[in-house]
């Protein structure tokens, strides 16, 4: 059974960064694309990128580009998204999801979201 | 602004049948890429609802259905239940490279 599970909830500063962590358990890590995906307070979901560990190079969204960067590490099967010079409209639930193939397709799971608060 | 447009809000009694729309344009669903959904219940990650246009995951309810057509598609529920009350995305995939990929805005389901 796949599992996400994502590190803690982060309060940080105006222009700092912030690394939210993402371990899988069940399946083949390398095999399958992961998404972070964010939610502002009482907004809706909003991709920031995705790296399909397979092939390595990560793919960002335009408004993310610059500042954000996402990794994985297949020895531990954990995936990692850090984002950089933090604005208070960064405040947000930040989610990994991984597809059902090694492409940005649908998300089958999901993790219970890190919440990152952006405050000074 | 999202890249696909959904209606705000839908509401509908129990037992009543819904219908949520999910617009999008020629780099997206009109370019012949699929559409997923999601329902996602307050304060939880979402849930995968409905996969390539028309697809249930297993242990979702054939009340939930779904189509697609040219640069749109729709989510329907019939049977509306109480537990149906949710958030509820469309997805897909835009090629114009400045973001891979989309999602509607969501649109607040309430049983009345």
């Known amino acids: 059974q796949v599992q996400l599970v994502q590190s803690g909830a982060e309060v940080k500063k105006p222009g700092s960064s912030v690394k939210v962590s993402c371990k899988a358990s069940?399946?083949?890590?390398?095999?399958?694309?992961i998404s972070w995906v964010r939610q502002a307070p009482g907004q809706g979901l909003e991709w920031v990128g995705g790296?399909?560990?397979?092939?390595?190079?990560?793919k960002y969204a335009q408004k993310f580009q610059g500042r954000v960067t996402i990794t994985t590490d297949e020895s531990t099967s954990a995936a990692y998204m850090e984002l950089s010079s933090l604005r208070f409209e960064d405040t947000a639930v930040y989610y990994c999801?991984?597809?059902?193939?090694?492409?940005?397709?649908?998300?089958?799971?999901w993790g219970q979201g890190t919440l990152v608060t952006v405050s000074s | 602004q999202s890249v696909l447009t959904q209606p705000p809000s839908v509401s509908g009694a129990p037992g009543q049948s819904i219908s949520i729309s999910c617009t999008g344009s020629?780099?997206?669903?009109?370019?012949?890429?699929?559409v997923h959904w999601y329902q996602q219940l307050p304060g939880t990650a979402p849930k995968l609802l409905i996969y390539?246009?028309?697809k249930r995951p297993s242990g979702v309810p054939d009340r939930f259905s779904a189509f697609k057509s040219g640069t749109s598609a729709s989510l329907d529920i019939t049977g509306l239940q109480a537990e149906d009350e949710a958030d509820y995305y469309c997805?897909?995939?835009?090629?114009?490279?400045?973001?891979?990929?989309?999602f509607g805005g969501g649109t607040k389901l309430t049983v009345l």
């Open positions: 020629s780099s997206n669903i009109g370019a012949g890429y699929d």
């Open positions: 997805q897909s995939f835009d090629s114009s490279l400045t973001v891979y990929v989309v």
């Open positions: 790296i399909i560990p397979i092939y390595g190079s990560a």
């Open positions: 069940g399946g083949t890590f390398s095999s399958y694309a």
């Open positions: 390539g246009n028309n």
């Open positions: 999801a991984r597809a059902t193939g090694a492409s940005f397709d649908w998300l089958s799971h």
